[in-house]
């Protein structure tokens, strides 16, 4: 029974990997369209989110199976736990990188107005966050992801930043409103999936150091009514 459920715990971290790999090429590529002249990876990277989809069920399948018949404690339930959590968090940074893909495709005759912003700025540290999420997931790293923390409140930063940029170039030049617009909508795009990343590296400590720092801040000095 124990080495059944050993080798079923050892596939489930081999398909988290492969979503991961998969997703993390994704984020690669849309913010690769962004940055080039020309769109060209959006066919790409639109149909591997039916790969991650799949990943997805499996996963969730593969959980289910690993709870109902094993009844894990201690390390091995706390994995598999977080492992639920983290395969939502990579299926949505899919989802995002796709919603990212579409936007840029939209205003590929604009790209002039994307350098004339701070949005390469902030999707290289996004995709820092993202790739580093990933590897601290990978090899365990709770050191690494720490780290992914105070890069969020950058990405943050840069969001309001830009809207403020975008807003003051429609207002001098109407004409661009929709491509503005656009932008709007993927830099918010870029501020979620740094989020993502904020929430998997949550999900990694409480993996390695079995401490709970989702909502910290907001939850500081707070206590549930009775």
Known sequence: ???HFEKELEELKTTI???ASIVDDQVENSFKDMEDSGVRLF???KQRDREVDAYDNLIMAQCENLLALYQPVATDLRFILTAIKIDSQLERCGDIAVNIAQRVKKTENFRDIIVQTDL???AKITREMVKDAITSFINCDSELAKTIWKKDDIVDDYNKKIFKQLVEKIQSNPEITEACAHLIVLSRQIERLADHATNISEDVIFLVEAEIIAHQKKLSGYQLPE
């Open 1 to 3: 029974m124990e080495r």
């Open 17 to 19: 990997n492969k979503m």
């Open 43 to 45: 066919k790409e990277i």
């Open 120 to 122: 390469p700025d902030m």
